[in-house]
């Protein structure tokens, strides 16, 4: 790969490129000297050529392409977009909402009593209406088109490697495509729906080739046709087939998971609709000598049963982890009766840990949450011992890479 001849020192936007990191893009300075190559070139001449432009450079997942947008529009047009959806009531705990209300409420706009007795849908439409209309009132950039200014673009700029344009960005589609939101279900912060967790889990995979030849391929096919002068040469291939054996345990019981109920459910059925090889289990708040296979909790599987499964195997643990500490370090820890097993749980976890080497718990509690979670003593012990993820996109991403690597 040919590295652009513009120093990195000399490069524009290299804040911008610090400001994408901190919204998670991974962006590198490779990334930054190809931008500047291409505006050497004269690619880009108006603020949503750079829109497109800096995408292609920098984008390179879908996950990404929210939090992009969004330091985008922070950093050309000054418009602070909290990384939610409309309608979603995680707004009201962004930095953009807050100081969104304190200015509303400083200027008068928005008076501390209307507040009271407005819905939280009301508050929400009134921040998005002033977002939009933030929007209707750019159009260009102050850090690109600027009249004796010090932006690197436009006409009689003081940058010293001002780079001369035809004119300011008229049709604004760089801000209708940021407004329109439509991958912000894909940040790895985001909550989980059932079209991101089906992208998040596709990353889980040891694929098998089975059967007869009888899938186009149809790359190959357009490659090897090319190759020919155009006479098309059809490739065919097995069939792949995934061969994952998971196992999921499920905390099922008590009210601590009573929030999470939802969320558990959409994980069960997207799992079932991905793994052909699924086992399912419950147990409460944490594992002794049996879990149970049904959600009643009235047929016994033994644990020590489960651990004679492949060492292959992979392992998904869901729940919050938090319970009284005798529960998880005690003999006779359990909460039943009826159990009769003297020793602690944390002898059957570090068993399952030691005989499965893909196995990750799953904790509904946002990763934020961990260190001051009521029961967060029992939560850190057991992560201890297991891989932890939160049930965010991300958390789903961390699970399904750390399930399927060579370890």
């Given amino acids: 790969m040919t590295v652009p001849a513009v120093p990195y020192s000399n490069a524009l936007f290299v804040d911008f490129v610090y400001l994408l990191r901190d919204y998670g893009v991974p962006v590198s300075p490779e990334d930054l000297l190809h931008l500047n190559e291409g505006l050497e070139k004269g690619i880009v001449k108006t603020l949503d050529d750079l829109f497109i432009f800096s995408r292609l450079t ?23 977009i909290p990384p939610v959806a409309e309608g979603d009531m995680d707004l009201f705990r962004t930095k953009a909402f807050k100081d969104w209300l304190a200015q509303q409420i400083k200027e008068g706009k928005l008076p501390e009593r209307a507040i009271h007795s407005m819905t939280p849908e009301e508050l929400m439409d009134k921040f998005w209406e002033t977002v939009r209309e933030q929007m209707e009132a750019h159009s260009g950039g102050s850090k690109w088109i600027g009249q004796k ?12 490697r001002g780079i001369r344009v035809e004119g300011q960005s008229q049709h604004r589609s760089a801000l209708a495509v940021i407004a329109n939101r439509r991958y912000v279900a894909f940040t ?42 155009g006479e098309i040469d059809l490739v065919f291939d097995r069939e792949l087939r995934d061969r994952i054996s998971v196992v999921l345990l499920i ?28 086992s399912t289990y419950y147990f409460h708040n944490t594992i002794y000598q049996d879990v149970w296979t049904d959600f009643r909790r009235t047929r016994r599987l033994p644990t020590e049963q489960l651990l004679q499964r492949s060492p292959e195997t992979r392992i998904v643990i869901l729940g919050d982890a938090t319970m009284a500490p005798e529960e998880l370090e005690a003999p006779h820890g359990s909460l039943y009766y009826h159990a009769r097993d003297a020793r602690p749980s944390m002898y059957w976890l570090r068993r399952i840990a ?20 009521y029961g967060h003593w029992t939560l850190n012990r057991i992560r201890s011992v297991f891989h932890m993820e939160d049930m965010t996109l991300g958390g789903i991403k961390g699970m399904a890479e ?4 060579t370890r």
């Fill in 251 to 278: 905390d099922n019981g008590g009210y601590s998971m009573d929030p999470f109920i939802d969320i558990t459910r959409l994980l069960f059925a997207k799992l079932h609709e991905r793994f052909e090889d699924l």
């Fill in 188 to 229: 790895d912060s985001r909550t989980l729906r059932a079209n991101n967790l089906a992208q998040a889990l596709e990353s889980m995979k040891h694929m098998k080739d089975v059967g007869a030849h009888d899938v186009l391929n149809l790359d190959e096919t357009i490659r090897r046709t090319a190759r020919n002068g």
């Fill in 58 to 80: 920098f984008v390179r997942r879908k996950e990404h392409m929210d939090p992009f947008e969004r330091a985008f529009a922070l950093y050309f047009y000054g418009i602070d």
């Fill in 354 to 373: 030691g005989r499965f080497k893909h196995s990750v718990w799953l904790n509904p509690i946002l990763r934020d949450a961990w260190a001051t979670a």
């Fill in 149 to 160: 200014g010090n932006s690197p673009f436009g006409h009689s700029g003081n940058a010293e």
């Fill in 402 to 405: 750390y399930l399927s690597e």
